[in-house]
């Protein structure tokens, strides 16, 4: 079969990208997608999509810069969380599919509660904290971030998904920037170690090194959080945090020192355990354990 003009485009893109990633008929296509609007179905189909002089120059910047590693969602803008699509760019760590169960047993935790009061430190493009306003309007939202060009992303972030979460630039570890207590302390922290840091694969090196590294075991931020947030939490709140592979038994630790009880492990979709919860006591009564 004669293949169309766009087909052969399309195989180029595809054949180039398979030296930096498994996964180039899908990246082919999204590229394409972005510079014209290209489908699966108008490929499959054959159908005759030119491409003007400007979409192709477009198109060959985005291989070129995909040939040097930069990340696909980078070089695309944007990328789905949760159903969402949020902006991303450099400065701002990509929201995983990984985090999506953080997600859901945040959910979990505050079902029972009318309107509370959540606390997502450490946010990012606020891919969470955005999630979770939009997931339960009833809720008060606050959102803290370091990085000014990840706040960045934050804001426009918020403000497209018309989201009225309440964002502070500033560092985490200052629990005075913010008052009041809160029914969820969520966070996804920077957790990776310094031998996890020294094998990452070139396209994860150009997200910001302050959105991966938790110190040389990576379990700097959970240390601390556990040090200052169980105060800050209404009786009965919960804490809930993201955890790299193998890290569950030192943060169970860490949650059981700081007093809190009910502490549950999460899988993702890999069957690594990957987010762990734990609530304060109620008035001085244990909650009753939780699966
Ligand atoms: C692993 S990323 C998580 C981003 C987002 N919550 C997500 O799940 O995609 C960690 C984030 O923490 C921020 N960060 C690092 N140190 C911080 C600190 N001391 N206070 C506040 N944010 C910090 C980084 O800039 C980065 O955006």
């Known amino acids: 079969m004669v293949k169309s003009r766009i087909q052969n485009v399309y195989e180029n893109v595809r054949e180039a990208l398979e030296r930096v990633t498994d996964d180039a008929g899908f990246e082919a296509l999204e590229l394409m997608h972005a510079v014209c609007g290209l489908t699966r179905q108008d490929l499959l189909m054959g159908r005759d999509i030119s491409l003007s002089d400007g979409q192709q120059k477009k198109l060959d910047e985005l291989v070129r810069r995909r040939l040097d590693h930069e990340p696909l969602q980078y070089l695309l803008g944007e990328w789905d969380f949760f159903g969402r699509t949020f902006s991303v760019g450099e400065g701002v760590l990509i929201p995983r599919g990984d985090t999506e169960p953080l997600v ?21 493009s606020g891919c969470i904290g955005i999630t979770l306003a939009l997931e339960r309007p009833d809720a008060e939202v606050w959102a803290v971030e370091k990085s000014p060009q990840a706040f960045s992303y934050f804001q426009k972030n918020n403000q497209s998904f018309g989201s009225p979460i ?17 029914d969820l302390i969520v966070s996804n922290p920077p957790y990776l170690t310094r031998s996890e840091m020294d094998a990452l694969q070139p396209e994860v090196t150009r997200e910001p090194a302050m959105a991966l590294y938790g110190q040389d075991d990576g379990l700097y931020f959970y240390k601390e959080f556990c040090k200052i947030y169980p105060q800050r939490l209404n009786p009965g709140g919960a804490l809930a945090f993201e955890i790299g592979d193998g890290q569950q038994s030192a943060v169970c630790g860490f949650l059981t020192e700081s007093g809190m009880i009910s502490i549950c492990q999460k899988h993702d979709l890999h069957g690594i355990i990957r987010v762990i919860t734990a609530r304060n006591k109620l008035s001085g009564q244990e909650t009753p354990a939780e699966t």
Do not use: V
Request: include cysteine.
């Open 104 to 124: 859901e047993a945040c959910l979990e935790l505050i079902k029972r509660k009318h309107a509370p009061r959540i606390l997502d430190l450490c946010t990012g």
């Open 166 to 182: 309440r964002g502070i630039l500033g560092d985490a570890l200052n629990p005075a920037l913010i008052s009041g207590n809160f």
